[in-house]
Each structure stands twice: as structure tokens, then as C-alpha cells.
């Protein structure tokens, strides 16, 4: 069968040359295309400019510049980049840091070869991928959305606040997880486009603009609920 697409373009950024390689090399033998490496955080931001990979896998924890500012400085200066960060740290605020400095993803170092190819692969896409504990956090939230009368930030419960349906919050809980459009559609035997109708009610409802957009908000207001 042949390809429809070129392969996707990654960069790995870790400070850690044998870790770096090896998820390198994963990623190569899978039918990715590495463009390039780096250990340190201007050498990655030099390197992402001048290669514009697809996708960055990113350690927060770099030398030179910490991993936060290379994502906000890569997305900067291309917006169509996606950023996965691969990191050991699971506390929630490091994530909420990466999310708020243009992350489409998190994943935990602990993740195997397989669940990392899948993320690199749907990040490529747009598709906002968590470690499961992590999107647990974003679940949380679309729970809340779905039944709070009002934004718990305000005082009394306001009129207006978002008002999911049972069916749009069935949808939202499964985009949490990380399922594709196509995936949400086979597991609940509806048409892809209804599925995307559903995502962009819900989009519209809460004045957003994508699904990255979407769980970065829902990861905020959980984190800052706590």
C-alpha cells in the first residue's frame, strides 16, 4: 500500500543523549522522520526553526533554556507546530505550565515505545493527548461543566454558564481520553459528522476556537479549582 502522506517530521529534545537517541531511533523505525535532535534549550529553538518538524517531543527539564520557554517560543514563531512534552514529572503543575505555554500534549516518560508513537501520531493531527491519570483531570472538568449552574469562580452562580447536553458531554469525555473523531463515531454509532456538529456546539458554548483550546481551559479550571 502506498503512502497518502509523507511521513511526519519530529524533533526529540532531551538533555539526556541516551534517552534522546532512543526515542530517536523509535521513532525512525517506526516510519517517522526525525529531523533533527537537540540537548539544550537554544539549540532545540535554533534547530525547530530551521528543520519545522510536525511535531516537537519535548523534556521540560533542559539546560540552557527550560523546556516551558523553548514551547513558547517554538509555537511563536510556528503556530502550526505541535508540541508533545515527554517528561518524568506528573504534578500538575508542570503540566498546567506546559498546556498554558502551547502544549497539545503530555506524556509521562513512563509511557511505552507503542503508547508514544500512537501520541506523536495523533499530536500530528491536533488531537490533544494526556497521560490517562492526566486527562482524568480534564474529565473531572467537562463533568462540571455538564452540571454546575454556574462558574464556580463567580460569586452566586451567574445566568449564562455554559450548558453541555448529556450527549455533547458522552462526546467531550471521549475527545478526553484522546479518541480521534473517526474513534468517537464508531463507539457511539454515530457519523463523524455528528460528531464533529457536537464539538463545535460545545466550542461555541464555551467561546473557544479548537479541541486544543478546549482541553487546555478544562485543564486550567481544574487545576485552579483545587
Not at 525547530?48 to 516537537?56: I, N, Q, S
Not at 514529572?89 to 505550565?97: I, K, N, Q, R, Y
Not at 469562580?153 to 480521534?180: I, W
Request: glycine fraction near 8%.
Amino acid at each position: 500500500m502506498s503512502r497518502q502522506q509523507d511521513p511526519i517530521r519530529v524533533m526529540v529534545v532531551d538533555d539526556h543523549p541516551m534517552w534522546r537517541d532512543a526515542v530517536a531511533r523509535d521513532l525512525a523505525e517506526a516510519g517517522l522522520d526525525v529531523v533533527a535532535t537537540a540537548g539544550d534549550g537554544e539549540q532545540a529553538v535554533r534547530r525547530a526553526k530551521a528543520t519545522m518538524p510536525d511535531v516537537l517531543v519535548l523534556d521540560l527539564n533542559l539546560p540552557a533554556k527550560p523546556g516551558v520557554q523553548v514551547c513558547k517560543e517554538v509555537v511563536a514563531a510556528n503556530p502550526a507546530l505541535r508540541v508533545l512534552v515527554l517528561s518524568a514529572s506528573g504534578e500538575h503543575a508542570d503540566v498546567l505550565e506546559a498546556v498554558k505555554s502551547g502544549a497539545t500534549g503530555y506524556l509521562l516518560k513512563s509511557a511505552s515505545t507503542e503508547e508514544l508513537l500512537d501520541a506523536v501520531r495523533r499530536t500530528a493531527v491536533g488531537d490533544p493527548v494526556f497521560t490517562p491519570g492526566l486527562a482524568g483531570l480534564v474529565l473531572g472538568e467537562y463533568r462540571r461543566l455538564a452540571s454546575d449552574p454556574g462558574p464556580a469562580t463567580g460569586g452566586g452562580g451567574e445566568p449564562g454558564a455554559p450548558r453541555l447536553t448529556d450527549r455533547e458531554t458522552e462526546v467531550l469525555r471521549l475527545v478526553a481520553k484522546g479518541l480521534s473523531y473517526k474513534q468517537i463515531a464508531e463507539r457511539l454509532v454515530i457519523s463523524h459528522r455528528t460528531v464533529q456538529n457536537h464539538v463545535q456546539n460545545t466550542l461555541g458554548k464555551l467561546q473557544l476556537h479548537n479541541r486544543v483550546e478546549l482541553v487546555r481551559y478544562a485543564i486550567e479550571r481544574g487545576l485552579d479549582d483545587e
